[in-house]
């Protein structure tokens, strides 16, 4: 979860994207991240969240897993079969019940659980957005 | 009900599938039901296909077989019948049927067996086997009422718990932002801070019960608790867990003595065993505040770890301890005391799945002592 910090030349390194399909969670995470001085783009769908990480290639997505028109694990699939975007980092964060073993086939750079401490939020973020 | 008091039946037409290869034998038992006041309509068959197929025509009020066929016996008679229709009445007859076969039978599934030189007892039994059969539809019927609702249950905790954990998510960041900001920047009054602190501690304590809630709906949907196991250290665990407890105990007025000196390695679910041993903790907080709780982890042999959580506080009857352990189950009226019942439930399990046992001692006024055996590696695979 470390070894993130060599690969992904070329990423927005303080730009954050957050996939979620509840408005809340979406100006939340938006708005303390903001406060922290990181850029932050939102994105309601997995099917937003591809577009946005094509065109802006943040250094980190925060990514929900059950959303309508593409959920968290569709949108990992795409990502990780497109060698333009497959190096963004991804965390998803997710209230889904054994959570643990649902994120292990994603091979992702980590999780967290609803509900999340801020403190945990933000050591996952300056790890991979510095 | 006597069986010579038959025509009060009234001449009830009763649908009869008979099992029988001999037509007169069919005469001999239609005869006794008639002079036992049914109008019995009969269909005969003879083999397994036939009788699989008149089964599935469906419509009969009874099944009556003879129990010893050339071509179908009547314990195959009886486990196709059982197998196409659980509840249908089944009464067998014979001539030859003797006391293991007639156990056999009505282990089986068989609701009576007459024999034939006594075929007036024939229409009593097929009266009581009916009403028999009845009854077990219908106590059939409850219990899948039963279990589809108790499944209709779990489900709803499930999805009630995931959809209560998103706008607490985004609350408990909010407030712990708030939080952040008035520390950095030294806005907030001191009256503010108290009120952003209550308004964390309710969110926290909410953000338990929804966890706990899911927890208990997917252990009640599987129906057992999975573990994975590491090797780790129960003394530490306990320290862990303790130091947890600090503020609560303090608040409680209880003072948390730790006896856990020595490593207590073994191979557990580091997450499962974490709740088992807060669980036990805040039982002790909670049915004895004000007296110290004792934590103590001990090696009885080498292959055993024992955790002993002690409290001096109101204490549990005899009657109540096994009840505990169960689900919803509590020893006090549950208004006097929070919570939702299930932490020494899911204990016990966690427990249990680990191969282990807990059990409790305990008296009124006498406080109560819990004890947890853990093996340190899982049945068959010690070196």
């Known amino acids: ?130 | 009900m006597t069986a010579g008091a038959g025509p009060d039946r009234s001449e009830r037409t009763l649908r009869v599938l008979m099992v029988e290869d001999r037509e007169d034998d069919a005469k001999l038992v239609a005869l006794a039901l008639r002079r036992g006041g049914w109008r019995p309509e009969i269909e005969r068959v003879d083999s397994a296909d036939a009788l699989r197929t008149a089964m599935g025509c469906g419509g009969f009020d009874v099944v009556i077989a003879e129990y010893a066929l050339p071509r179908l016996n009547g314990l195959e008679a009886l486990r196709i019948v059982r197998e196409l229709s659980p509840d249908v009445p089944f009464v067998l007859v014979s001539a030859t049927i003797g006391e293991e076969g007639a156990v056999e039978a009505l282990k089986a599934g068989a609701g009576d067996f007459v024999t034939k030189q006594n075929l007036a007892r024939l229409s009593t039994a097929v009266e009581r086997e009916i009403a028999d059969a009845q009854l077990r539809r219908e106590r059939r019927e409850t219990l899948d009422a039963l279990r589809q609702a108790v499944a209709a249950r779990d489900q709803f905790l499930n999805i009630a718990s995931h959809e209560l954990k998103t706008p607490l998510t985004a609350l408990q960041l909010q407030l712990q932002s708030l939080s952040r900001s008035i520390q950095d920047g030294g806005a907030g009054s001191d009256r503010v801070s108290a009120k952003i602190r209550t308004l964390s501690r309710s969110t926290d304590r909410l953000g338990e019960l929804v966890n706990r809630l899911l927890d208990v709906s997917n252990i009640a949907a599987s129906g057992h608790v999975n573990i994975v196991r590491e090797d780790m250290d129960l003394a530490e665990l306990v320290h862990q867990v303790g130091a947890r407890f600090e503020r609560a105990a303090a608040e409680a007025g209880s003072q948390l003595r730790i006896d856990a000196a020595a490593p207590a390695r073994g191979s557990w679910d580091r997450m499962r065993l974490d709740a088992m041993v807060t669980s036990l903790v805040a039982n002790a907080l909670k049915y004895g505040p004000g007296r110290p709780i004792d934590l103590a982890v001990a090696a009885p042999d080498p292959t055993t770890v024992r955790l002993t959580v002690r409290d001096h506080g109101i204490g549990i009857a005899p009657a109540d301890q096994a009840r505990i352990f169960e689900r919803f189950e509590r020893a006090v009226p549950e208004r006097h005391y929070g919570g939702f019942g299930l932490g020494l439930w899911v204990a016990r399990l966690v427990v249990e799945e680990h191969g282990g046992r807990i059990n409790v001692s305990s008296a009124p006024g006498q406080g109560s002592v819990f004890e947890v055996e853990l093996p340190r590696a899982p049945r068959g695979a010690l070196r």
């Open chain 1, 1 to 130: 979860m470390t070894a993130a910090a060599d690969a992904g030349a070329g990423l927005q390194r303080r730009a954050v994207l957050v996939v979620d399909d509840d408005r809340d969670i979406r100006e939340t995470l938006a708005e303390i991240l903001t406060d922290e001085g990181y850029e932050v783009l939102t994105a309601r769908n997995g099917a937003e969240g591809l577009a946005i990480v094509a065109e802006q290639r943040p250094g980190l997505v925060l990514l929900d897993l059950f959303m309508p028109v593409m959920d968290g694990a569709e949108f990992r699939r795409q990502q990780l079969s497109d060698p333009e975007i497959a190096d963004v980092p991804v965390v998803v964060i997710s209230a889904a019940a054994g959570l643990e073993r649902k994120v292990e086939p994603l091979a992702l750079a980590g999780w967290l659980e609803k509900p999340i401490h801020i403190d945990a939020l933000f050591a996952m973020v300056g790890r991979y957005c510095r």
